[in-house]
């Protein structure tokens, strides 16, 4: 195509722009890509695999480490954008991008085990299995995590010889682009880890390629199971990690205040907006009235207001359409029965914010109880017992992760072999590592990140036989 029809086109394509949420500006504006673009930037993505695949692990492990110091040296600047663009606290924006170093040393360390040979037995001779990569692996992000989500899947499969397109959320482009500029400073061969900007319709066109092997999805359940269709006609693995409706457990042998604590920090953490957030709590009765209490009180105490700020531990949602969602979500709970106990309105000042909430009173049906509610909403369900509070976790078409406080001897066993969930905090709330596996189960998806389990998801598991 000509230089002048190409330009022609891109001014026909529309552009989008991310707003701050703390104040509404405009922080930045993006043309889409048009689907010839993302052919040419899939085909730079195979060429650049065929190169990348024949460099040794250490080669290849290189602009990692350096990636990871550069991480480390700019972190302060990339949260502040973070914060621009998302409206999480920038304190946990910094840790943030702590964590996605962390997952970079991790994984150079690792790496040669993950991806050593396997020798295995064969009565004809012998045999070994090998970790070979594949191509390119088509990443799909949300906003939530803006480094975070990128870095998880993206390092253990460049260190492992893949390379990758990735489509992050439009809100956070800017945040995309300090990544993607940060792997190239570190030295990373241009063409291993692309951004794309597709018009959501136009990303179908790259499931239908053959370069493409692989498929990564972190979001909604609703659009994972679009792209796990689209990818599945195609027959492209997919792993899909989705949401959450976390419930934690109170059980009354709990340290109340500990659990107090861990249950907010875990409902209003990254603005409640996180798929492993603390959402429904189930306390058993013995203790439900002593918990209520003190965890009302400690929510409707939560400093809300600027991210930017110190003391700020709320920050607001992300977009509007999400702020309204939210609260009507919390409307028809309410409508359909609910108590609310503490804030439970769309703050009225600028910028996307909603009160720390919670409610009560709520039963199968209320989008409280059924839903992943997406902001700082807590829902509080009174349970008989211990049985009787995991039969109510359990009911949840969610199985992502969780929380039991109470005595551990007691828990261990009914977290091991009771509790439906890819994930279990007992007695604390945590966030992701890079040496524990992180997924989830039933509608929150399936496959793994970190550990050696997100190592292998997209390689090519291959079986030599040597005969005697
Ligand atoms: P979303 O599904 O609306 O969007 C996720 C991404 O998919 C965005 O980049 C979006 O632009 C893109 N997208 C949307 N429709 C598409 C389509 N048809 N084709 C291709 N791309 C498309 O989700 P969201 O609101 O951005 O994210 C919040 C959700 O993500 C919550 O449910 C949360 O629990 C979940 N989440 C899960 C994890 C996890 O590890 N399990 C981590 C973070 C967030």
Redesign the pocket.
Known sequence: MQNSQVEQEQSNIECYKSINPYNEELVNEHPYDSEEKLLEKLKASHKAFNVWKSKSLKERSEPIKKFANVLSEKKEDFAKLVVREMGKPYQQAVEEIELCAQICEYAVKKAPSFLSDEEAEFENGKAFITYQPQGVILS??????PFY?AIRYAIPNIIAGNTTLL????SVWGSAKNIESALLEAGLPEGVFQLIYPQ?ED?GVLYEQREVRGVTF???PS?GK??AQEAGKNLKKTVL????SDAYIVTENADLDKAVASCVEGRIGNNGQT?TAAKRFIVVEKVYEEFKKKFVQAMSEVQTGDPMEKTTKLGPLVRKDLLEKLNEQVEESLDMGAKCLTGGNIMKKKGFFFEPTVLENLAPGMPAYDE?L?GPVASLIKAKDLDDAIQIANSSRFG?GCGIFGNENEIVKVAKEQYDTGMIDINGYSSAKPNLP?G?VKD??YGREHARFGFHEFMNIKTIKIHN
């Open positions: 799909i992000q949300p906003w939530n995590f989500q489509s992050h959320a439009s959501s990303i972190t979001g909604s659009t679009k792209i990690e989705l949401g959450g798929c992943e997406f992502l992180f989830g929150s998806g």
